[in-house]
């Protein structure tokens, strides 16, 4: 990559992730707005909004996310699996994605109940979604931290290139 | 050649491996334990999602 597009790339990833940290922070405000709220509408719109957050931002940015990192890893001087605050973004960012993917079929099955069955009880689901985007939202931070301070360390991986 | 023999694993990677393990046992045990309600990796999969519509009856459950 030459420095202008190793800048560019650069730049688009770190938008599609801090995005994708931004939009779980926005996801967890309506989980926490609708466990809280003792009004009866905050609770379907809440879910519907989920959905919409989770499809439409979480899901894209995540993927955006991860087909960037894997762009910047690759073609730079970091590769995969040299070092290993690049082995542990790429292990946490598909855990988080797979996790996501799975989960919002379950997201969407709520909110479809909320759109069609009035008053129906919301409330159950609301736990787990705390769970997951509070566990979401660390492992992203986590991965933000290895991203900005790239501590040093080979993997025997990149250690065998390095000698060779 | 002297370097090949001094490689050895960086120190905050023990450190998050360690911490990493602590968290996923802990996991595991709120799962067997049921101390977190019904949820887990389970929940997620082909068998218990959405298409076999568990959810409304879940969340029924939940609160009758």
Same mark, same amino acid.
């Given at each position: 990559?030459?420095?202008?597009?190793?800048? =560019?790339?650069?730049?688009?990833?770190?938008? =599609?992730?801090?995005? +994708? $940290?931004?939009?779980?922070?926005?996801?967890?405000?309506?989980? $926490?707005?609708?466990?809280?709220?003792?009004?009866?509408?905050?609770?379907?719109?809440?879910? $519907?909004?989920?959905?919409?957050?989770g499809w439409y931002a979480i899901v894209?940015?995540?993927?955006?996310?991860?087909?960037?990192?894997?762009?910047?890893?690759?073609?730079?001087? +970091?590769?995969?699996?040299?070092?290993? +605050?690049?082995?542990?973004?790429l292990v946490l960012t598909i855990l988080a994605t797979v996790v996501l993917l799975e989960h919002m079929p379950d997201v969407s099955a709520i909110a479809d109940v909320a759109r069609e069955a009035d008053g129906a009880d919301l409330a159950g689901g609301l736990g787990g979604e705390l769970l997951h985007a509070g566990v979401g939202l660390t492992v992203l931070l986590v991965i933000q931290v290895l991203n900005v301070y790239k501590p040093r360390g080979l993997t025997p991986y990149g250690w065998r290139k390095q000698h060779e | 050649m002297s370097?090949?023999?001094?490689?050895?694993?960086?120190?905050?990677?023990?450190?998050?491996?360690?911490?990493? @393990?602590?968290?996923? @046992? @802990?996991?595991?045990?709120?799962?067997?334990?049921?101390?977190?309600?019904?949820?887990?990796?389970?929940?997620h999969m082909p068998s218990g999602g959405p298409s076999d519509t568990p959810f409304v009856s879940l969340v029924a459950t939940h609160h009758s």
């Open positions: 990559m030459t420095r202008g597009v190793r800048k =560019f790339a650069l730049t688009v990833h770190i938008t =599609f992730s801090i995005g +994708w $940290i931004g939009a779980v922070i926005a996801y967890l405000a309506l989980v $926490i707005a609708a466990i809280t709220s003792q009004d009866t509408q905050i609770l379907p719109a809440a879910w $519907i909004a989920m959905e919409l957050i894209p940015l995540a993927l955006a996310s991860l087909l960037t990192g894997l762009v910047m890893s690759l073609g730079t001087k +970091w590769g995969l699996f040299r070092h290993y +605050w690049t082995l542990i973004t | 370097q090949r023999s001094t490689y050895s694993t960086p120190r905050w990677v023990k450190v998050f491996v360690i911490i990493a @393990l602590v968290l996923v @046992l @802990l996991a595991v045990v709120v799962l067997v334990t049921g101390v977190g309600g019904d949820h887990g990796p389970g929940r």
